[in-house]
């Protein structure tokens, strides 16, 4: 720190600081007055001064945070309690021991007012809470949350920290606020999430400091590192046929090649060079004494295993050898308050983040000398408890409205090097829209090279699309759940017969179809995981006799003429080699079919055949008559000469051309299959792509209005179908009133005969269910009685195997017995009662309890 006061003595001495500020304070009365295009002819030192000073600059800076409504906020909010004051007063007399012994550092950030005016400590101000949302659990996702939420305005001044700390319920609600209040509501959910997070008082680059990501390359556009693959080294063969002598001078081969880098890399330095000219940031007069607010986050908790910065601003992670931060004043988190003792010279680099060293971080409330990390959950909970002081503000949740659509007015715009990064809400676009990425070829963003657009809750599935703009190539990328299968879709045009590439989720399909190829003449199927080992399979197509349009004909009429058909197979273990077909091909207008063989071990041929199919005065009606030349074939095996091998062999031959003929015929059908269902997937795309329809989940009761009323609807249309049927079910004198007729209005004669025959019938069922317990009891005992019989004729005969099957079907047939005797028993004393409920019901029926009244 001691550097950087030298530093602002060199560059700025005191008089300088208050003339800049009086000519930014003059010059905010111009900005109303001078366009900005008119600023660039202003000084240069001057104009930098103002951007330096200049609050008014910035966009959302006219934002009157003295009108906002705090009749609304606690009473917390608007006075200090004991444990309060006596934090203010400790605070206090800890600045000024800190400012006698430390006269050349700047004054801590301490106890700024709220928005209510009033003065309070800043740990009280964090207020550690943990949001009901799963993506708020990690620190990424509460990370982006705070940084799409929130607009960023500047520090009044920024060479000095801010006057005022406003809650986070209070930034929350205008969604507005500095680099403070970023940190201090970031903090807020880390903590409450598990973290160990701490709010850092701190210097940065004017880039940082100004959120200007022009000179940043996007995150999305980094790729990851590749990790260097060992070499496999290859086993020199010493049969390996030796390569032709080369008869050119290698001197002068290497002197050219040596001679064509240096040329390339003289372009490539100088190419370079300019570029970084033109990026180069300006020089700041300012640098290292622009104040800067960001989140630390030490390791131990939640698994976290490297110490890291976030910079509230952007949401992104930074090691702490960053060097866009220049140094550290204090941290502090809900706790307790740190001021850092360690030179800045060189940043951030050297600074050990050891908070219970004394020696490197002064620490300000000496009972909590223990860094959080090291605190045991139940001593967490005790200190908490002994400073209560987290009722200054309540939980900043802004309801699930405010979460989903993130930023001010559902959309936000980044501009990086080269790219502008734009981020919707969902369903704020009506296609599904919620982040798009726009690759510019040019510093100026003029010539646009890529856009790359994430979708979210669209019912096709689509998730991604890239879209280059120089080739004119869109890939579209869907998640599993397409009606079709579909992974990935890169095409220049959704016309038929142009150049197409689908991806699919084998998985989900029957045919195990990874990727299907087409252009103008070929299409290439390729599979995965099939039981007949095909892996591959090229179809190559002539050109139609007569242009048709496409649109309205079938696939079966004038669809194009095939040509050859390629299949390839994997190695089928279970058959030979010589029989374990490797490439098949057919070819349609030459009527041939060549066959090829897998190789075998040890041979550098394979077994080959060729079949010529037979003319048509060759044929016999359908059958095919098969001759010698008809086959030519290349096999690995030695045949001995005699009449009964070769006929054995054209007969072979004869079933194999039959059975590659049907499979042709198969094969034309599977094409012109794959022919219609492109079709029909560019059909789907077009009419997906023309009317979009997004999805809500069934917990979202805002857009689920139209199907909870179908749900309802539906809901009660089944209940009364089943009350209906209920009482139908339910209606026990149904079977005895058809035999009267089911007449409305019926005699006492015929009252009592129905009341009579439902009594009957239930004495009959309930003696029949008792007689059937007695007869299954009856058997059991009589089963029992013959094995015990069986046993004591042949105990003496018996192993202690069978003794013990013995006593195991004794066992069984026991349980049940003792099982038959309790149903027995129970429905013998409730046949009375259920006999006696049904008279009660019968007289209480309505159509039967005006003639049963006095009966």
């Known amino acids: 720190m001691e550097v950087l006061e030298e530093k602002e003595e060199e560059e700025q001495t005191e008089g300088e600081e208050l003339k800049a500020l009086e000519i930014s304070d003059n010059l905010q009365d111009v900005e109303m007055k001078v366009p900005m295009e008119q600023l660039v002819i202003l000084p240069k030192l001057l104009l930098a001064y103002y951007l330096c000073l200049s609050a008014s600059f910035y966009p959302g800076s006219d934002f009157d945070w003295s009108s906002i409504d705090t009749s609304q906020l606690p009473s917390s909010y608007k006075t200090n309690s004991p444990k309060e004051k006596k934090l203010l007063h400790i605070a206090d007399h800890f600045l000024q021991q800190y400012t006698h012994l430390c006269p050349d550092r700047k004054l801590l950030f301490l106890h700024p007012v709220n928005e209510c005016g009033v003065e309070k400590f800043v740990s009280t101000t964090i207020r550690p809470t943990l949001l009901p949302y799963t993506e708020l659990y990690h620190w990424d996702g509460c990370a982006s949350f705070v940084s799409d939420y929130l607009t960023m305005e500047p520090l009044k001044s920024p060479i000095t920290p801010p006057s005022s700390l406003y809650s986070p319920t209070t930034i929350l609600k205008y969604q507005k606020g500095n680099c403070f209040d970023f940190s201090v509501l970031l903090c807020s959910m880390l903590i409450g999430a598990g973290y160990d997070a701490y709010c850092v008082h701190g210097y940065a680059t004017h880039e940082m400091c100004s959120l200007n990501e022009t000179l940043k390359l996007c995150p999305l556009l980094r790729k990851p590192q590749e990790v260097p693959k060992e070499g496999m080294k290859k086993k020199s063969n010493k049969y390996r046929v030796k390569p032709p002598p080369d008869l050119q001078s290698k001197f002068e081969l290497q002197q050219e090649a040596k001679k064509a880098a240096e040329t390339e890399a003289a372009q490539k330095n100088k190419e370079r060079e300019e570029e970084v000219e033109v990026e180069k940031p300006k020089r700041d007069p300012l640098y290292g004494l622009r104040v800067h607010a960001w989140v630390l986050v030490l390791s131990g908790k939640r698994e976290v295993p490297e110490t890291f910065f976030i910079n509230p601003f952007t949401g992104n992670s930074h090691s702490t050898m960053d060097e866009h931060f220049l140094g550290i004043e204090s941290v502090w988190n809900h706790r307790n308050y740190w001021v850092n003792m360690q030179d800045c010279w060189n940043g951030c680099k050297d600074l050990v983040f050891d908070l219970g060293d004394a020696i490197r971080w002064e620490i300000m409330l000496s009972r909590s000398n223990k860094p959080l990390q090291l605190l045991s959950d139940a001593e967490e909970e005790k200190e908490l408890s002994d400073r209560d002081t987290d009722d200054m503000v309540s939980d900043p949740n802004d309801g699930s409205h405010a979460f989903e659509t993130r930023c001010s007015q559902g959309r936000k715009v980044v501009l990086y090097k080269k790219a502008k990064l734009e981020k919707w809400a969902p369903y704020l676009n009506g296609n599904g829209l919620v982040k798009r990425l726009t690759v510019y070829a040019d510093l100026d963003c003029t010539e646009i090279v890529e856009v790359r657009e994430w979708f979210r809750n669209r019912e096709d599935m689509?998730?991604?699309?890239?879209?280059?703009?120089?080739?004119?190539?869109?890939?579209?990328?869907?998640?599993?759940?397409?009606?079709?299968?579909?992974?990935?879709?890169?095409?220049?045009?959704?016309?038929?017969?142009?150049?197409?590439?689908?991806?699919?989720?084998?998985?989900?399909?029957?045919?195990?179809?990874?990727?299907?190829?087409?252009?103008?003449?070929?299409?290439?199927?390729?599979?995965?995981?099939?039981?007949?080992?095909?892996?591959?399979?090229?179809?190559?197509?002539?050109?139609?006799?007569?242009?048709?349009?496409?649109?309205?004909?079938?696939?079966?009429?004038?669809?194009?003429?095939?040509?050859?058909?390629?299949?390839?197979?994997?190695?089928?273990?279970?058959?030979?080699?010589?029989?374990?077909?490797?490439?098949?091909?057919?070819?349609?207008?030459?009527?041939?079919?060549?066959?090829?063989?897998?190789?075998?071990?040890?041979?550098?041929?394979?077994?080959?055949?060729?079949?010529?199919?037979?003319?048509?005065?060759?044929?016999?009606?359908?059958?095919?008559?098969?001759?010698?030349?008809?086959?030519?074939?290349?096999?690995?095996?030695?045949?001995?000469?005699?009449?009964?091998?070769?006929?054995?062999?054209?007969?072979?031959?004869?079933?194999?051309?039959?059975?590659?003929?049907?499979?042709?015929?198969?094969?034309?059908?599977?094409?012109?299959?794959?022919?219609?269902?492109?079709?029909?997937?560019?059909?789907?795309?077009?009419?997906?792509?023309?009317?979009?329809?997004?999805?809500?989940?069934?917990?979202?009761?805002?857009?689920?209005?139209?199907?909870?009323?179908?749900?309802?609807?539906?809901e009660n249309t089944m209940e009364d179908e089943l009350l209906g049927q209920e009482e139908q079910d339910l209606d026990y004198l149904a079977p005895f009133l058809i035999q009267i007729g089911h007449r409305k209005k019926m005699t006492k004669g015929q009252a009592l005969r129905v009341r009579d025959d439902c009594l009957t019938d239930l004495k009959h069922r309930l003696v029949d269910k008792a007689n059937i317990i007695q007869a299954r009891f009856e058997k059991a005992v009589e089963e029992l009685q013959e094995k015990d019989q069986w046993f004591q004729k042949n105990h003496n005969q018996l192993s202690a195997e069978e003794e013990d099957d013995f006593l195991t079907c004794c066992s069984e047939i026991a349980f049940r017995i003792h099982i038959l005797a309790l149903r027995l028993n129970r429905e013998k004393q409730t046949a009375p009662q259920k006999y006696l409920a049904l008279e009660e019901k019968l007289h209480k029926d309505p159509r039967l309890a005006e003639y049963l009244g006095h009966a």
Request: charged share 35%; glycine share 4%; hydrophobic share 30%.
């Open 462 to 714: 689509l998730d991604m699309r890239e879209v280059n703009k120089q080739t004119q190539l869109t890939t579209e990328y869907f998640s599993p759940g397409h009606l079709l299968g579909l992974k990935a879709h890169t095409y220049t045009s959704l016309e038929p017969e142009t150049e197409h590439t689908m991806e699919f989720y084998n998985e989900a399909r029957v045919d195990g179809l990874q990727k299907r190829v087409e252009n103008d003449n070929e299409i290439t199927e390729y599979f995965v995981g099939r039981d007949d080992f095909l892996h591959v399979r090229h179809m190559e197509f002539g050109k139609r006799g007569k242009k048709i349009h496409l649109a309205s004909t079938r696939t079966d009429i004038n669809s194009r003429p095939i040509v050859q058909i390629k299949e390839c197979f994997h190695r089928n273990l279970e058959k030979p080699a010589d029989e374990d077909v490797a490439e098949r091909i057919f070819l349609i207008t030459e009527e041939t079919i060549h066959l090829t063989y897998h190789l075998k071990d040890k041979y550098i041929t394979a077994s080959k055949k060729d079949f010529f199919k037979a003319a048509d005065e060759d044929r016999k009606g359908n059958e095919i008559v098969m001759t010698p030349e008809m086959c030519i074939t290349y096999q690995l095996i030695c045949f001995q000469a005699g009449s009964s091998e070769k006929d054995k062999k054209l007969l072979h031959l004869y079933k194999a051309l039959q059975q590659l003929t049907e499979e042709e015929k198969q094969l034309k059908q599977q094409v012109r299959q794959s022919e219609a269902e492109v079709l029909n997937i560019l059909k789907i795309r077009e009419n997906e792509e023309t009317a979009v329809k997004l999805t809500a989940s069934i917990y979202n009761t805002e857009r689920n209005e139209k199907r909870r009323q179908q749900y309802e609807a539906m």
